[in-house]
């Protein structure tokens, strides 16, 4: 019935017979109100009875639950180009081009006339970039012709390789991390220039400083209300001179290395001339605010699973993690939205799980709902520096990381923001933002090297013995690896060296901060599947609860077996700094541990494409598991085949009880209804 019912709205959209569409719509409204095609019928119908604004409204909510549905944008481009808006039907059409091209599709007629629509758009498009450049007098919408000309790159952030491309060197550079901001990026702290070679300059090679400036010139002024600040300043030539007017004096400040943002502590109505062209930063106000604390940490480690430190193993393991927070609140019960990287992080950064932020693909790069404040825009709202300090690229500035950040620093972690350099990296980052009220999120991501296959560092090797290093199945993917035990050791002592490592930023913090100035966090984002036995399921506890903990002001002294969700991670830290949140609708919440509400469950879901879609739901009691039969598709649907559902007790019993198996799978069917393709 579904699929003849689809058939003949098609062949009416065919034949132009409205009347009879508006009819066989509200049938199959009725029939299969979650089946997304039903998005495209009514975008089709709106319009076609010209109504352009309904249509642009229909599109935008299907390209919110399916960002990588060439259709989408395919029809997206038309709406724009009927309207006349040229720049973005294009940009939508070369969205479609690239994920038709992706995806190796057939050439259907969407991708034939995608391809007819920007060779007609192409010309019209540079001839209005040469019209704005000639009359220089629209400088937006000049900016908008540039972003364009650089975003299309990287196809709009669909595929966005700088973090990870050795020949891609763009630091020295204005680069668009988003379509609508611009930072420049410079070469990170101070090294010697000499050495580093043009050749290098990529996030591979070099750490790089993205940031917003005010202006590119040769002349700028400190204004504000408070009476100091740090003024940050990048030459675009060597031996650049700053003639700075401070309290009626003028200093001649020699900056002898180009594309590298020195920081200069300069008092307010401050006058600055430079003797060549430089990109002043914004003003950092120095001052802390008594609503505010002094320095609020986002710890982010990767993969590190709560299941080898649960009891006396967290103590034995990590003894200065240990110690530092068992004065604040340890979670136990922390479970993971997604099994890797990519989707868990832009969690922990939203509070939307994965089926809501849709940042599910391995392969095609996504974006953070702009609907939706992130964590760092929260915190920069509320009057923090906000900083970013990254070597993960997956959870990169195009994703929507880099929103709210001041300054964001990244180096890829393989070549350079290891354990050992960032712990020092942070310290020192601390220590220059003191007299700031500031919020940082760092991570270290080494755990990785385990699974990777890579060599470990020189003080994990000296206690690895030839057992533990000798040859073992390396595994498809980090995420998709087999159990070993030699690998479960080799994780454990790096683990313990780590903790050697984050002694060190401990110490600093107690030695410069009181507990009520600070909030410090602890977290993960997956455990590891080399954990995992085989005779358990892939989302099993091994791979999905995670490190969860917290320290200071407003932090009760106490160990929870509460059940949480990294979806809460967001509500929690808002929570902490005394930020009051928006309305937009997410899906974490405050736990009862931190003056919210309990839950009584969380969800674990896997969706990739090409993998079957498969959830667990972790009570205190019991774990429920759902898995499909049929592959995911590259836009995050399956068809819903033979899937299966049951459950295990904490003791490893199996759940026979049907009205509990019933009522987990009504809400995993609820929750993936968008998802179903629907014949």
Same mark, same amino acid.
């Given at each position: 019935?579904? @699929?003849?019912?689809?058939?003949?709205?098609?062949?009416?959209?065919?034949?132009?017979?409205?009347?009879?569409?508006?009819?066989?719509?509200?049938?199959?409204?009725?029939?299969?109100?979650?089946?997304?095609?039903?998005? !495209?019928?009514?975008?089709?119908?709106?319009?076609?009875?010209?109504?352009?604004?309904?249509? $642009?409204? *229909?599109?935008?909510?299907?390209?919110?639950?399916?960002?990588?549905?060439?259709?989408?944008?395919?029809?997206? =481009?038309?709406?724009?180009?009927?309207?006349?808006?040229?720049?973005?039907?294009?940009?939508?059409?070369?969205?479609?081009?690239?994920?038709?091209?992706?995806?190796?599709?057939?050439?259907?007629?969407?991708?034939?006339?995608?391809?007819?629509?920007?060779?007609?758009?192409?010309?019209? !498009?540079?001839?209005?970039?040469?019209?704005?450049?000639?009359?220089?007098?629209?400088?937006?919408?000049?900016?908008?012709?540039?972003?364009? *000309?650089?975003?299309?790159?990287?196809?709009?952030?669909?595929?966005? +390789?700088?973090?990870?491309?050795?020949?891609? /060197?763009?630091?020295?550079?204005?680069?668009?991390?988003?379509?609508?901001?611009?930072?420049?990026?410079?070469?990170?702290?101070?090294?010697?220039?000499?050495?580093?070679?043009?050749?290098?300059?990529?996030?591979?090679?070099? $750490?790089?400083?993205?940031?917003? %400036?005010?202006?590119?010139?040769?002349?700028?002024?400190?204004?504000?209300?408070?009476?100091?600040?740090? $003024?940050?300043?990048?030459?675009?030539?060597?031996? /650049?001179?700053?003639?700075?007017?401070?309290?009626?004096?003028?200093?001649?400040?020699?900056?002898?290395?180009?594309?590298?943002?020195?920081?200069?502590?300069?008092?307010?109505? +401050?006058?600055?001339?430079?003797?060549? /062209?430089?990109?002043?930063?914004?003003?950092?106000?120095?001052?802390?605010?008594?609503?505010?604390?002094?320095?609020?940490?986002?710890?982010?480690?990767?993969?590190?699973?709560?299941?080898?430190?649960?009891?006396?193993?967290?103590?034995?393991?990590?003894?200065?993690?240990?110690?530092?927070?068992?004065?604040?609140?340890?979670?136990?019960?922390?479970?993971?939205?997604?099994?890797?990287?990519?989707?868990?992080?832009?969690?922990?950064?939203?509070?939307?799980?994965?089926?809501?932020?849709?940042?599910?693909?391995?392969?095609?790069?996504?974006?953070?709902? @702009?609907?939706?404040? +992130?964590?760092?825009?929260?915190?920069?709202?509320?009057?923090?520096?906000?900083?970013?300090?990254?070597?993960?690229?997956?959870?990169?500035?195009?994703?929507?990381?880099?929103?709210?950040?001041?300054?964001?620093?990244?180096?890829?972690?393989?070549?350079?923001?290891?354990?050992?350099?960032?712990?020092?990296?942070?310290?020192?980052?601390?220590?220059?933002? @003191?007299?700031?009220?500031?919020?940082?999120?760092?991570?270290?991501?080494?755990?990785?090297?385990?699974?990777?296959?890579?060599?470990?560092?020189?003080?994990?090797?000296?206690?690895?013995?030839?057992?533990?290093?000798?040859?073992?199945?390396?595994?498809?993917?980090?995420?998709?690896?087999?159990?070993?035990?030699?690998?479960?050791?080799?994780?454990?002592?790096?683990?313990? %060296?780590?903790?050697?490592? !984050?002694?060190?930023?401990?110490?600093?913090?107690?030695?410069?901060?009181?507990?009520?100035?600070?909030?410090?966090?602890?977290?993960?984002?997956?455990?590891?599947?080399?954990?995992?036995?085989?005779?358990?399921?892939?989302?099993?506890?091994?791979?999905?609860?995670?490190?969860?903990?917290?320290?200071?002001?407003?932090?009760?002294?106490?160990?929870?077996?509460?059940?949480?969700?990294? =979806?809460? %991670?967001?509500?929690?830290?808002?929570?902490?700094?005394?930020?009051?949140?928006?309305?937009?609708?997410?899906?974490?919440?405050?736990?009862?541990?931190?003056?919210?509400?309990?839950?009584?469950?969380?969800?674990?879901?896997?969706?990739?494409?090409?993998?079957?879609?498969?959830?667990?739901?972790?009570?205190?009691?019991?774990? *429920?598991?759902?898995?499909?039969?049929? =592959? +995911?598709? /590259?836009?995050?649907?399956?068809?819903?085949?033979?899937?299966?559902?049951?459950?295990?007790?904490?003791?490893?019993?199996?759940?026979?009880?049907?009205?509990?198996?019933?009522?987990?799978?009504?809400? !995993?069917?609820?929750?993936?209804?968008?998802?179903? *393709?629907?014949?």
């Amino acid at each position: 019935m579904k @699929k003849s019912l689809k058939s003949r709205i098609e062949k009416e959209f065919e034949e132009g017979r409205l009347d009879q569409i508006a009819d066989d719509l509200q049938e199959y409204r009725k029939e299969c109100p979650y089946d997304r095609d039903l998005w !495209f019928y009514e975008c089709i119908e709106a319009m076609s009875i010209g109504d352009l604004e309904l249509a $642009q409204q *229909i599109i935008e909510k299907c390209l919110r639950n399916f960002p990588t549905s060439y259709e989408a944008y395919y029809y997206q =481009a038309c709406i724009y180009q009927e309207k006349g808006e040229i720049l973005d039907a294009l940009k939508n059409y070369l969205i479609t081009d690239f994920l038709c091209d992706y995806f190796k599709l057939e050439k259907n007629e969407i991708y034939r006339d995608t391809e007819e629509q920007i060779k007609i758009l192409q010309p019209q !498009f540079e001839a209005s970039v040469q019209n704005i450049l000639e009359d220089g007098k629209n400088s937006e919408q000049a900016g908008k012709m540039l972003s364009f *000309i650089d975003r299309s790159t990287c196809y709009f952030g669909k595929y966005v +390789t700088a973090p990870r491309n050795i020949k891609d /060197n763009i630091i020295g550079k204005e680069y668009w991390v988003e379509d609508d901001e611009q930072r420049y990026i410079g070469i990170y702290r101070a090294p010697i220039q000499l050495y580093i070679g043009e050749e290098n300059l990529s996030l591979v090679r070099t $750490q790089a400083e993205f940031l917003k %400036y005010s202006k590119c010139g040769t002349y700028t002024k400190i204004a504000g209300s408070t009476e100091e600040y740090l $003024q940050p300043i990048a030459s675009t030539e060597k031996n /650049n001179i700053h003639f700075v007017k401070e309290d009626g004096k003028v200093y001649s400040i020699p900056q002898y290395d180009a594309r590298h943002f020195n920081y200069y502590r300069i008092k307010k109505d +401050t006058l600055i001339k430079s003797k060549k /062209n430089a990109y002043y930063g914004y003003p950092i106000p120095l001052g802390h605010n008594p609503k505010r604390r002094k320095l609020v940490l986002s710890f982010f480690v990767d993969g590190l699973a709560q299941e080898v430190i649960n009891g006396p193993d967290f103590e034995k393991l990590m003894p200065n993690t240990y110690r530092f927070f068992k004065k604040g609140t340890i979670c136990t019960n922390a479970f993971s939205c997604s099994e890797w990287t990519f989707p868990s992080l832009a969690t922990y950064e939203s509070g939307l799980n994965t089926l809501h932020h849709m940042m599910f693909h391995g392969e095609i790069d996504g974006e953070l709902p @702009k609907t939706v404040p +992130t964590l760092s825009q929260y915190m920069k709202k509320a009057g923090y520096y906000t900083c970013k300090l990254d070597g993960d690229w997956r959870c990169i500035y195009s994703y929507g990381f880099a929103r709210g950040v001041d300054q964001y620093i990244y180096h890829i972690q393989s070549m350079g923001a290891r354990a050992e350099q960032e712990i020092m990296n942070v310290i020192e980052h601390l220590e220059t933002f @003191k007299e700031t009220d500031q919020y940082l999120w760092m991570t270290v991501g080494d755990l990785h090297d385990v699974a990777d296959g890579w060599d470990l560092s020189l003080a994990v090797q000296k206690n690895l013995t030839l057992e533990e290093r000798s040859l073992d199945d390396k595994g498809l993917t980090s995420v998709k690896q087999k159990y070993s035990p030699k690998k479960s050791m080799m994780y454990k002592k790096t683990i313990q %060296y780590f903790d050697m490592l !984050f002694g060190f930023l401990y110490s600093y913090i107690q030695n410069n901060y009181k507990e009520n100035e600070m909030v410090i966090s602890l977290f993960a984002d997956h455990g590891q599947g080399y954990l995992v036995s085989p005779d358990k399921n892939f989302l099993s506890k091994e791979r999905t609860k995670v490190a969860f903990m917290f320290r200071g002001d407003g932090v009760k002294e106490q160990i929870t077996d509460e059940m949480i969700s990294t =979806a809460d %991670y967001v509500p929690i830290m808002c929570k902490l700094a005394g930020i009051e949140m928006s309305d937009a609708k997410i899906d974490g919440r405050l736990p009862k541990a931190f003056g919210g509400k309990e839950r009584k469950y969380t969800i674990t879901e896997s969706l990739h494409p090409g993998d079957v879609y498969t959830a667990v739901a972790n009570t205190k009691e019991y774990e *429920i598991y759902f898995v499909n039969s049929e =592959a +995911t598709d /590259n836009e995050g649907r399956f068809h819903l085949r033979d899937y299966k559902v049951y459950g295990l007790y904490r003791d490893g019993e199996k759940v026979e009880d049907e009205a509990i198996l019933k009522e987990y799978e009504n809400i !995993f069917i609820e929750r993936i209804r968008e998802h179903i *393709i629907y014949e």
